[in-house]
């Protein structure tokens, strides 16, 4: 098969999140140079899908819990009609984005009509804290099924060979997903934790940290903003000097603007897979404090567009501290727009892609 003739189908049947943010990026890239859709109707970005040179399948997925469980007694027409959209588009590869609850039931039939499966794979196991009982099933079913998959750090991709020793790999980074562009920064806050408050988010890691943190400088100002119980994963921090918590969901237009409210971005995590919000703060220059856990220290360049720490309050303290540095902030903001401007070339990410998928499907 010529390299140049590999037709993809990208699945994405999700609603809303950094998974929608991820594939509409990526679909801006590959669409050029040939790209078939299949969408759940009910996704947030619909309209920036519809407005793509590229065929579309839009399917009814669900948003609710019932109408996941009544949605089970679909999904055989669901898959014959994905197969046939498949067929019609003379698709070679078909791409998922981001797996969901329905991928596992669909993939062996993709297979079984002649289709490669290929799905880029955002986490290989389940976070601390996340209730998933059928995780590891649903993933083992997907890479079962796949020819290739695609992964988003070197820690990710080490878990998936575990499961899966003789699967072709293709590395890909996280690229920064801004829908709706960058923004100039207006920092209103020293920090910002952005996303879904969590317990593997180490949010009590945070609270210990700023504790020290303001003692040696009470002045210092954080934000925590994202959607979640905070006092679940760590009662008090939002009684500590200094503090703002917003617990809510950002939408897409607001999430350039939010990001870049504070001087640094901290990821106190005690686990990760890759983080999607640290793309989208070096893209603005916004430098980043996290913990050497998972893929992070692979995103973060250590000394010139962030610092990494070890999973300890002080250690954390102490490297929140040295941003508040004007001078070495200065300088791992300039580091930050740097490495910004690779995260923000999708085309070269979906040539990447290509070139990857071209290679596993040639031999």
Same mark, same amino acid.
């Given at each position: ?76 027409? @669901?898959? %014959? +009609? ?9 698709? #070679?590869?078909? *791409?998922? /984005?981001? $797996? ?112 020290? @943190?303001? %003692? +040696? ?9 994202? #959607?979640?119980? *905070?006092? /679940?994963? $760590? ?114 990410? %979906? ?13």
């Amino acid at each position: 098969m010529e390299r140049s003739s590999i037709r993809l189908l990208l699945w994405y049947w999700g609603r809303r999140g950094g998974g929608a943010q991820y594939t509409l990026s990526l679909a801006e890239a590959l669409a050029p140079n040939g790209l078939a859709l299949t969408l759940s109707s009910q996704n947030a970005l619909i309209s920036a899908f519809r407005e793509l040179p590229a065929p579309r399948q839009e399917v009814s997925t669900y948003s609710g819990s019932a109408g996941f469980v009544g949605g089970f007694a679909r999904l055989p027409r @669901l898959g %014959a +009609e994905l197969r046939r959209f498949a067929r019609e588009q003379g698709t #070679d590869v078909v *791409l998922s /984005s981001m $797996a969901h609850l329905w991928t596992p039931f669909l993939v062996k039939g993709l297979v079984r009509a002649g289709l490669a499966y290929v799905p880029i794979i955002h986490d290989a196991a389940p976070h601390p804290g996340d209730t998933d009982f059928f995780f590891e099933w649903r993933l083992r079913k997907e890479l079962s099924a796949a020819r290739a998959a695609v992964v988003l750090s070197e820690s990710v991709g080490e878990q998936v060979l575990r499961l899966r020793p003789d699967l072709p790999l293709i590395h890909l980074p996280i690229g920064a997903h801004l829908p709706h562009g960058t923004v100039t920064p207006v920092p209103r806050w020293d920090f910002l934790f952005f996303g879904r408050i969590r317990t593997y988010k180490g949010l009590d890691l945070l609270r210990d940290a700023w504790r020290a @943190l303001s %003692a +040696e400088h009470p002045s210092a100002t954080l934000r925590v903003l994202g #959607d979640g119980n *905070l006092d /679940s994963c $760590a009662p008090g921090l939002a009684d500590l000097p200094g503090v703002t918590v917003e617990q809510r969901w950002v939408a897409d237009d607001q999430l350039a603007s939010e990001v870049a409210s504070a001087h640094a971005l901290v990821l106190p995590y005690r686990e990760a897979s890759q983080s999607g919000v640290v793309p989208i703060a070096l893209a603005q220059g916004i430098p980043v404090v996290a913990t050497a856990i998972g893929g992070l220290p692979g995103q973060i360049d250590h000394g010139r567009n962030g610092l990494i720490v070890s999973p300890d309050a002080m250690a954390l303290a102490a490297a929140m501290g040295k941003m508040l540095d004007l001078t070495l902030r200065s300088h791992l903001s300039t580091g930050a727009r740097e490495e910004g401007v690779k995260l923000l070339d999708w085309h070269g990410q %979906a040539a990447s892609l290509r070139e990857g998928l071209s290679r596993v499907m040639s031999v």
